[in-house]
């Protein structure tokens, strides 16, 4: 092994956003990089930010013009680190490593947002010329620089190698109260605290975890949007007014990143006339697929995920602008009823425990999801430290993801959430003034389907006997189907002759 002091401890190629911050993060730990990019201008403002920032002497990032060069200017064997866009982009750069040199013993990570199966099919791939391991990251650019949320996967053996420099990186939160530490922008370090990054499993699986924290990431972020919905068209509140009873929601149960960060956004005003900038915003929502991933994967897996799905189709319909505008114009609009101050606080409350409800019954789907997958894939999934991992660095932080560590630790076969005794008491004591908070949403005309969709999940899980006993009647009419008897063996399927005059029902 080459250990030269003057060689590199890590190679990275991409320098975009995310790339350049998780450099820096990487260099603040005491890591020496070696920067490639494709844009020569993005490798030299690296080199010319470290130069800024660097307190030591010695250069904490060297520049690279070829893959080739970044090779050599690393230590043996090369570990090397990808921040390039999903898809084509992961292989045209894992083919030119190819081309440098690189080696069977030499590892290269995959920190995009890769569809799963791609990680599974390249691990494949690469496997005789070097070590394809991935790890998805959560926490956008301020989690890159500061500290993520990492779900490494993939070979054992490349872990046990990547897991110091990972944990060093990570996030990471008080072990007594789940609380993040928080790392100053002058680039402080925390040692101490739990590390948000645990190895997740086998190749794939952690991009798989990753694409449901992003649904759910969905999902909690319409929910956020449709309790504002309420409040700036069912009570006409200004978007200040609406920032001041999130930021009081956000010292609660629903303390949260995206709570404190909707906080931001609607209080920001433009510096010309200091209209609310929320105001401004066209409302046409972009989405870059790990929600629709998601949804798809729970119609694959057969496990109910509705408000996720809700929350991709909300981004859809508003992409519709021009039709909703002219259907707006069409449609009778309701008028907005006058509540007095005693009324509009309890459409508050009720509006908060509906936000909450929904968020536990959307993790609840994603929690359930990624159970149900672990058992068809093979994956040996610990739920507890997912829950512990998403507790800093990655967009769908709270306080309330410390509940759910607490359920998995009590049963780490928890089939649902919603099974917990915790999550029940809390849906029992909430779920009526949801009800309410969804039947005000219905009369005045406001749509509300992610969290009208979580409550049509919660009631849907906790009915003993559903309709599905006429739908399998009707089935088995029009296609012979068969249905099952409750009161009969079961597994033994039946079917009606329901062409003939006596529908004589035959056992299958």
Wanted: charged share 20%; aromatic share 8%.
């Amino acid at each position: 092994m080459n250990n030269d002091s003057t060689l590199c401890d890590i190679g990275f190629i991409g320098l975009g956003v995310m790339g350049k911050n998780l450099v820096f993060n990487l260099a603040d730990n005491g890591y020496t990089i070696a920067a490639f990019d494709l844009d020569n201008e993005k490798v030299q403002a690296v080199i010319a930010q470290d130069k800024l920032e660097n307190t030591t002497s010695n250069s904490r990032v060297v520049g690279c013009s070829s893959f080739t060069e970044l090779l050599s200017k690393l230590k043996k064997p090369h570990l090397i680190v990808l921040s390039v866009p999903a898809g084509s982009p992961v292989d045209q750069v894992s083919e030119s490593l190819i081309g440098a040199g690189i080696q069977p013993d030499d590892i290269i990570i995959d920190t995009g947002n890769s569809l799963w199966v791609d990680t599974v099919a390249r691990e494949q791939k690469y496997k005789n010329n070097f070590i394809f391991f991935s790890s998805a990251v959560s926490g956008g650019e301020v989690g890159a620089r500061f500290g993520p949320s990492l779900m490494p996967s993939g070979s054992p053996y490349a872990w046990a190698r990547i897991k110091p420099i990972w944990q060093a990186i990570a996030a990471k939160v008080d072990s007594t109260t789940g609380k993040p530490l928080e790392r100053t922008q002058a680039g402080q370090i925390i040692s101490e605290g739990e590390p948000c990054a645990t190895y997740i499993g086998p190749a794939g699986s952690g991009h798989y975890v990753k694409m449901v924290h992003n649904g759910i990431e969905y999902a909690d972020m319409q929910i956020i949007c449709e309790a504002y919905h309420m409040l700036r068209t069912g009570l006409k509140l200004t978007p200040d007014q609406i920032a001041d009873i999130f930021e009081q929601w956000n010292k609660g149960p629903l303390d949260s990143y995206l709570m404190e960060i909707t906080v931001e956004v609607l209080r920001h005003k433009t510096p010309q006339n200091q209209t609310p900038l929320v105001d401004l915003i066209l409302d046409k929502a972009g989405q870059k697929g790990t929600g629709l991933w998601t949804a798809m994967s729970s119609l694959e897996v057969g496990c109910p995920a509705p408000t996720i799905a809700q929350a991709v189709y909300a981004r859809s319909i508003s992409s519709f602008k021009e039709l909703r505008i002219e259907a707006a114009s069409t449609f009778t609009q309701h008028s907005v009823v006058e509540l007095n101050d005693a009324e509009q606080q309890t459409f508050i409350q009720n509006l908060h425990d509906a936000v909450y409800c929904a968020k536990i019954c959307a993790y609840a789907q994603g929690f359930q999801l990624m159970k149900m997958a672990a058992k068809e894939h093979g994956w040996k999934l610990d739920f507890s430290s997912i829950a512990k991992i998403w507790r800093a660095g990655c967009i769908i932080r709270a306080v309330f993801l410390q509940s759910i560590t607490a359920a998995f630790e009590r049963d780490e076969n928890l089939e649902n959430l919603l099974l917990d005794d915790y999550f029940i008491q809390q849906l029992n004591k909430h779920q009526q003034n949801w009800r309410q908070s969804v039947a005000d949403a219905t009369l005045l005309a406001i749509p509300v389907g992610a969290i009208s969709s979580a409550l049509a999940y919660f009631d849907a899980m906790k009915t003993a006997v559903l309709p599905a006993n006429l739908l399998q009647g009707q089935r088995d009419y029009f296609g012979a189907h068969t249905f099952e008897r409750i009161d009969k063996g079961q597994g033994k399927k039946y079917h009606v002759q329901w062409s003939s005059e006596h529908r004589d029902i035959t056992e299958i």
